[in-house]
């Protein structure tokens, strides 16, 4: 079925960071987030990743070296992790939008010559925290490759946070409002990690693509482990600073 066809290309990895354009997809998400969708206004992400978590532990592989590799994770440690997180987040207060939730370069497009940019492919779109977004769309950065060297730096964040929350006016933008997006963002980034994670345990059983969901199951839950130490601090200093301030 063809709904409408698009002169544009497919963006990559790369172009996303170039500032120009990441302005711009700031801008499209800030308009995108506003947009009222009838039906339940309830946050999916951990609806989901709960029903992910309980999928993804109950499963068995015909595969032998399969269900080796899949019998090395400890799902009592990840479900702490997934508990620890959801109540750190529900401290930060995130709005909840109608959210892209799959944000990569592949569902970006753009017309060179007119400069316009298109937010395509909506099948995981769903009323869902702000922070999810963008921190899902900045884990992006890493490419089909996942190279998380690649992840937005605190300068390119901002620039791209101003860009989302003032778009015609990014200068305007507070430090204590872009502090604030900042830590969400980086918080709910976290929660991107396993969502992905325990979505590519299930696809390692169920789907026909040949691709390795096992492998990036520890891809993105050890880039989570990597990163909750330093994510953590920062979310909790910003909150303890924010009661006592």
């Not at 609806?47 to 068995?60: E, P, R, T, Y």
């Not at 900045?138 to 730096?153: H, M, Q, R, V």
């Not at 169920?206 to 691709?211: G, H, L, Q, R």
Request: net charge negative; charged share 25%.
């Amino acid at each position: 079925m063809v709904q409408s066809f698009i002169t544009a290309r497919t963006l990559t990895p790369l172009d996303m960071r170039r500032p120009k354009l990441a302005a711009e997809i700031a801008k499209q998400l800030s308009i995108f987030h506003q947009v009222e969708i009838p039906g339940s206004k309830e946050p999916q992400l951990w609806n989901d990743i709960f029903k992910f978590f309980q999928k993804a532990s109950a499963l068995a592989f015909d595969d032998g070296e399969k269900q080796r590799k899949y019998e090395t994770i400890s799902f009592e440690e990840v479900h702490t992790e997934v508990i620890e997180l959801k109540e750190l987040t529900g401290r930060l207060d995130a709005p909840v939008v109608f959210a892209h939730n799959d944000l990569l370069s592949g569902n970006l497009m753009l017309n060179d010559e007119e400069e316009k940019l298109y937010l395509i492919d909506f099948e995981y779109g769903s009323y869902n925290y702000r922070g999810f977004d963008i921190g899902n769309h900045f884990n992006e950065y890493a490419g089909y490759d996942c190279d998380y060297s690649l992840y937005p730096t605190k300068d390119e964040q901002y620039h791209f946070l101003r860009h989302y929350l003032e778009p015609e006016n990014p200068e305007e933008v507070s430090e204590e409002d872009l502090e604030a997006l900042y830590i969400e963002t980086n918080t709910y980034m976290l929660a991107s990690h396993l969502y992905w994670a325990l979505w590519a345990l299930i696809q390692a059983k169920m789907s026909p693509i040949d691709f390795d969901y096992l492998s990036y199951f520890f891809l993105r839950y050890n880039e989570y482990k990597k990163q909750k130490e330093n994510c953590f601090l920062l979310a909790q200093s910003y909150l303890s600073k924010s009661r006592t301030g």
